[in-house]
């Protein structure tokens, strides 16, 4: 008979249950809303949900909902997936972009707004240069694209050390018409990495969502991680703060006078990270806030460079 798509939904959210595939009615919306072109299944039309499927679009469902029967992320099943306003190119190994990380970019984008609203409430304004903003592991690009959208005057140096995810984030930043004002680097960032990231001169943020897990938590994460995405990125040695560290070393150099770091943290960080700047003075950066994610967990990290 006729597959309608409430069937097909209903029909792989079964099979997703009985495979045990977590988000089994979520994946099964994704999938067939992808295949007809909807953005959410939320917004296909109720007539729409009784139409029946071609033979091409089931065959089509059939083809990723089988690679989602391996635990692949269903981002990487569809190939794309929104980030703040944007559709990005997603493909495996690389990181994919989490949905707390978009409140990271509305921390940028608020303090930059915020610096612009001070200084046009002077009596003699100083002309404010376009914001120049370093991106530290830019994976997908999700970060990055996202500031340049929401603050057009900026300029973003995006860094990357694996090929896999600049190559991804110049295919997003070209798809989405932003490759003019973005520099993609292959680049591992390491202790000496100050000329090479000081190409466009001093930054005003840095910005990064640096691998920060744990070492000895790696082994918990879900399946859909450790077989897909790239571990590296999620691998912040012992302490989660390998790559924290680095960039902490490294910010004085890069940044203006008053310029500042935004970093996504685990919840256990914030107090560790004070601890080592309390322990690194000459670094003279400042922890100024600790912001919470719509989980209410200690989340986000601004740093400030005292000037």
Same mark, same amino acid.
Request: proline share 7%; charged share 25%.
């Given at each position: 008979?006729?597959?309608?798509?409430?069937?097909?939904?209903?029909?792989?959210?079964?099979?997703?249950?009985?495979?045990?595939?977590?988000?089994?009615?979520?994946?099964?919306?994704?999938?067939?809303?992808?295949?007809?072109?909807?953005?959410?299944?939320?917004?296909?039309?109720?007539?729409?949900?009784?139409?029946?499927?071609?033979?091409?679009?089931?065959?089509?469902?059939?083809?990723?909902?089988?690679?989602?029967?391996?635990?692949?992320?269903?981002?990487?099943?569809?190939?794309?997936?929104?980030?703040?306003?944007?559709?990005?190119?997603?493909?495996?190994?690389?990181?994919?972009?989490?949905?707390?990380?978009?409140?990271?970019?509305?921390?940028?984008?608020?303090?930059?707004?915020?610096?612009?609203? &001070?200084? *046009? !409430?002077?009596? %003699?304004?100083?002309?404010? =240069?376009?914001?120049?903003?370093?991106?530290?592991?830019?994976?997908? /690009?999700?970060?990055?694209?996202?500031?340049?959208?929401?603050?057009?005057?900026?300029?973003?140096?995006?860094?990357?050390?694996?090929?896999?995810?600049?190559?991804?984030?110049?295919?997003?930043?070209?798809?989405?018409?932003?490759?003019?004002?973005?520099?993609?680097?292959?680049?591992?960032?390491?202790?000496?990495?100050?000329?090479?990231?000081?190409?466009?001169?001093?930054?005003?943020?840095?910005?990064?969502?640096?691998?920060?897990?744990?070492?000895?938590?790696?082994?918990?994460?879900?399946?859909?991680?450790?077989?897909?995405?790239?571990?590296?990125?999620?691998?912040?040695?012992?302490?989660?703060?390998?790559?924290?560290?680095?960039?902490?070393?490294?910010?004085?150099?890069?940044? &203006?006078? *008053? !310029?500042?770091? %935004?970093?996504?943290?685990? =919840?256990?960080?914030?107090?560790?990270?004070?601890?080592?700047?309390? /322990?690194?003075?000459?670094?003279?950066?400042?922890?100024?806030?600790?912001?919470?994610?719509?989980?209410?967990?200690?989340?986000?990290?601004?740093?400030?460079?005292?000037?």
């Amino acid at each position: 008979g006729l597959v309608t798509t409430m069937d097909a939904v209903n029909y792989w959210q079964k099979v997703f249950e009985t495979n045990g595939i977590p988000e089994a009615r979520e994946s099964s919306e994704y999938i067939v809303s992808f295949v007809l072109g909807a953005k959410t299944f939320q917004s296909l039309s109720s007539r729409s949900l009784f139409t029946p499927l071609t033979a091409e679009q089931q065959e089509q469902i059939q083809q990723l909902s089988n690679k989602r029967l391996e635990r692949m992320p269903v981002q990487y099943v569809l190939g794309e997936w929104d980030f703040q306003d944007l559709i990005l190119k997603m493909r495996p190994p690389v990181f994919i972009p989490r949905p707390e990380t978009e409140d990271l970019v509305s921390l940028v984008v608020e303090e930059e707004s915020q610096k612009r609203e &001070k200084n *046009s !409430g002077l009596c %003699f304004p100083v002309p404010t =240069p376009h914001p120049m903003i370093l991106e530290i592991g830019c994976g997908s /690009g999700a970060i990055a694209l996202s500031l340049l959208r929401k603050l057009p005057q900026s300029r973003v140096i995006a860094v990357d050390k694996e090929e896999a995810a600049v190559d991804l984030t110049r295919e997003n930043a070209h798809r989405l018409q932003l490759q003019e004002r973005i520099h993609i680097l292959h680049h591992n960032v390491s202790y000496s990495s100050t000329q090479q990231l000081l190409l466009w001169g001093p930054i005003d943020f840095i910005v990064s969502n640096p691998p920060y897990v744990f070492h000895e938590d790696m082994a918990s994460l879900d399946t859909e991680i450790l077989c897909y995405e790239d571990l590296e990125a999620l691998d912040g040695g012992d302490d989660g703060m390998d790559v924290i560290k680095t960039i902490l070393a490294l910010a004085p150099e890069l940044l &203006k006078d *008053s !310029g500042s770091v %935004f970093l996504e943290v685990d =919840p256990r960080h914030p107090n560790m990270v004070e601890d080592w700047l309390q /322990g690194h003075p000459n670094l003279k950066l400042i922890l100024c806030a600790v912001h919470k994610d719509f989980c209410g967990k200690p989340r986000f990290l601004h740093i400030q460079k005292q000037s």
